[in-house]
């Protein structure tokens, strides 16, 4: 009948479900470049039939990466009502650091950029979307010093991540001692004027895709 929806069959809707989980699996523990005939053969599928799927990578990306980034937006508004503004920062920091930590494609995905993945992106940009008013509830109550930008804390989640990364499997939770190092330093009581600017919107950006 014209107009008329066509119902997945069952095998592929099965298959499509395998395909993520495994992909998942691989992405969190490899990062997202690994490699897609891997995500086939743990899947119990063809190649073929992954591409069926999902086209490209980032389609897997756009797939998986959304919900799991949701847990930005809800660190965000359990930091924006906090009885405590540096409690609130603190707490949104931890709370990112520790997805990343979880998840090695995550990591990637919350510091790198993927303009082909749109959803995910998307999520991401969702996530941070509350981070300015963090930090600016935070600087008026006088707990974090005045001069902590937006692009600072983009060079502080991009450099947690590296140490994450290169640490993960040697002494996965040596990143949360320098947390708390840096974390000391954003202090308003403990600042000192620093030399040197912060960078710009571009600049952070040119240096993310480097």
């Given amino acids: 009948m014209a107009g008329r929806t066509r119902t997945p069959r069952r095998d592929a809707v099965a298959n499509r479900e395998k395909l993520l989980t495994a992909a998942a699996q691989l992405f969190a523990e490899r990062g997202l470049a690994a490699p897609l005939e891997e995500i086939a053969r743990r899947s119990g599928v063809s190649i073929g039939t992954l591409y069926n799927h999902f086209p490209t990578r980032e389609s897997f990306f756009d797939a998986i ?8 937006e809800v660190a965000g508004q359990e930091a924006l009502a906090a009885a405590d ?20 494609g995550l990591n990637e995905a919350m510091t790198l950029r993927y303009p082909a993945a749109a959803a995910m992106t998307e999520a991401c940009d969702r996530g941070y979307a509350s981070v300015q008013q963090i930090i600016d509830r ?25 140490v994450i990364a290169a640490t993960v499997e040697v002494a996965p939770r040596a990143w949360r001692r320098y947390f708390d190092l840096q974390l000391d330093g954003l202090r308003a009581e403990a600042a000192n004027p620093s030399e040197v600017p912060p960078m710009t919107n571009e600049q952070v950006a040119a240096a993310m895709r480097a």
């Fill in 65 to 72: 990466y959304p919900e799991k980034l949701r847990g930005l």
């Fill in 85 to 104: 503004p540096w409690t609130g920062f603190r707490d949104f920091m931890l709370a990112t650091f520790n997805l990343q930590a979880e998840d090695r």
């Fill in 138 to 162: 935070a600087q008026r109550a006088g707990v974090l010093r005045a001069d902590f930008t937006l692009q600072d804390l983009a060079c502080l989640i991009w450099a947690t991540s590296r």
